[in-house]
């Protein structure tokens, strides 16, 4: 795109927070310079793919375009910007009217901070970093929920280390003790699930990977009515799905880009390794061998390892590969960065009776469409 065709956005966005900070929310005037915004935001974000806004010192980018004219208007914007902490914006394809509208909002008043706000289609904050304002309302800590997240982290990453190793029973039980607490934390608190699919693992991968694989797959057990002791089997088989990565050398596992020939094949021995390790361990059921094994093949039984019998996999496997494949999209990878949660879920509606188990991947979507209602009461589902 042209320099002058970039320009437009930027002073309509600088309009648009001058009149919301001047006019009443539903002000004729507000409304037009609003929808003016709006379709710009949508026009250049299609066109570009995700339009991307930058605010360093004295100059502003528009996709990579800098302006540095002396201009009133674009001062005004990038002081705002400033006190708001905000050093880059980006806005995805799908930005609706009315998230646009709030962010507006947000930036024309004075006080609300941006840790506090969510986003859709919108990730801004500083350049360095945990730079996503989707990360910032994951401060569990203030909830009863976040203290079990961030307390399950820390224990959970020694546990997989050590069960890798050989392992020992208390760390099985101790395994079993962060299942219960997921268990607890979606109970106590609906809102888990929201907060968990803001979050976006910078680090550690597999270990918040785990962690949020388990919790996804302990609401889904739920959600279909499995009894207590049924969703704490499966949650600690989600919980450890992943074991034989730990077996990976972390450079192929954190490889900023594509994995050559043998480094794939090193990978894809995991659910076999993952199995092998998990019966050695006397874990009290069979579940967690069944899905470290199986998590990668799909319903159609493509994926990985081959499997040769036509019986069906497990429903704990069958599970456990929906949230898998959900926390893989929606998580920051060195590889790939996050993807927002609309087109998550329209990527993985496409996978519906051929990658995803069609019913059990209905029970999900539900979760995260309305995930404050996570853990309802519903029929009992044999397993
Ligand atoms: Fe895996
Ligand atoms: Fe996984």
């Given amino acids: ?134 990360v910032a309302p994951l401060e569990l800590a203030s909830t009863p929920s976040s203290k079990i997240l961030k307390g399950a982290i820390e224990v959970l990453r ?72 049924q969703i704490r089997e499966v949650g600690m088989a989600a919980l450890l799905h992943d074991i034989g990565k730990e077996a990976i050398p972390s450079q192929i596992l954190n490889k900023p880009s594509r994995l050559e020939k043998g480094e794939f094949e090193k990978v894809r021995e995991h659910p076999f390794t993952g199995a092998k390790l998990l019966r050695k361990i006397d874990s009290g059921t069979e579940i967690p061998m069944i899905v470290a094994f199986e998590h990668h093949v799909k319903y159609d039984r493509t994926g990985y390892p081959k499997i040769r019998s036509t019986e069906p996999l497990h429903t704990a496997s069958y599970m456990t590969q929906i949230a898998d494949v959900y926390d893989a999209l929606r998580s920051f990878r060195p590889y790939m960065p996050s993807i927002e949660l609309s087109k998550t879920v329209s990527i993985m509606k496409e996978g519906r009776g051929t990658e995803f188990e069609p019913q059990l991947f209905d029970n999900f979507l539900e979760i995260i469409s309305c995930p404050r209602e996570g853990f309802p009461e519903t029929s009992p589902v044999a397993m």
């Fill in 1 to 134: 795109m042209k320099r002058e065709d970039l320009f437009p956005v930027l002073s309509d966005l600088a309009l648009a927070i001058q009149a919301a900070a001047a006019y009443p929310e539903n002000h004729p005037k507000v409304q037009q310079i609003l929808e003016r915004l709006h379709r710009r935001v949508l026009a250049d974000a299609r066109r570009l793919e995700g339009l991307n806004l930058g605010f360093f010192g004295d100059h502003v980018v528009v996709d990579e375009c800098p302006f540095v004219e002396p201009n009133s208007t674009l001062l005004r914007l990038m002081a705002r910007m400033r006190e708001k902490g905000i050093e880059k914006i980006r806005f995805s394809e799908g930005i609706t009217f009315g998230e646009l509208k709030r962010f507006v909002y947000f930036l024309g008043e004075g006080k609300r901070l941006l840790s506090d706000q969510r986003w859709e289609s919108i990730v801004c904050g500083k350049i360095e970093g945990t730079e996503s304002a989707a």
């Fill in 158 to 229: 020694e546990v997989l280390a050590s069960l890798s190793t050989g392992g020992s029973r208390s760390r099985v039980d101790e395994g079993r003790d962060i299942v219960s607490s997921v268990i607890r934390g979606l109970r106590e608190d609906g809102a888990i699930i929201e907060r968990l699919m803001e979050l976006q693992a910078h680090d550690d991968y597999t270990v918040t990977h785990s962690l949020n694989v388990c919790i996804l797959v302990v609401a889904q057990a739920n959600r279909l009515g499995l009894s207590e002791p």
